[in-house]
């Protein structure tokens, strides 16, 4: 069985992916038209908000699974 997800389906679960990192200022997230950029901090940043350091590698792993493209230092992606 195959699934459709849409735009404003990838879009929430991207976010409840990256919520809790959001709100600690770990990620940032910018939307531009049909375009969202993602900025992931330095994984001592990310240590140095109560996360493991890893989770900053994971963050950009989940990304690049999702046809996020790296340029100028953020993770863009066009919806």
Excluded: H
Aim: glycine share 6%; hydrophobic share 35%.
């Amino acid at each position: 069985m195959k699934y459709i997800i849409t735009e404003q389906q990838q879009e929430n679960l991207i976010y409840d992916y990256l919520n809790k990192y959001i709100e600690s200022g770990c990620v940032k997230i910018k939307k531009a038209g049909r375009y969202m950029s993602v900025d992931v901090e330095s994984p001592s940043y990310f240590e140095w908000n109560g996360f493991d350091r890893s989770d900053a590698s994971k963050i950009k792993i989940f990304l690049k699974k999702n046809s996020f493209q790296y340029a100028f230092g953020d993770y863009i992606k066009e919806f």
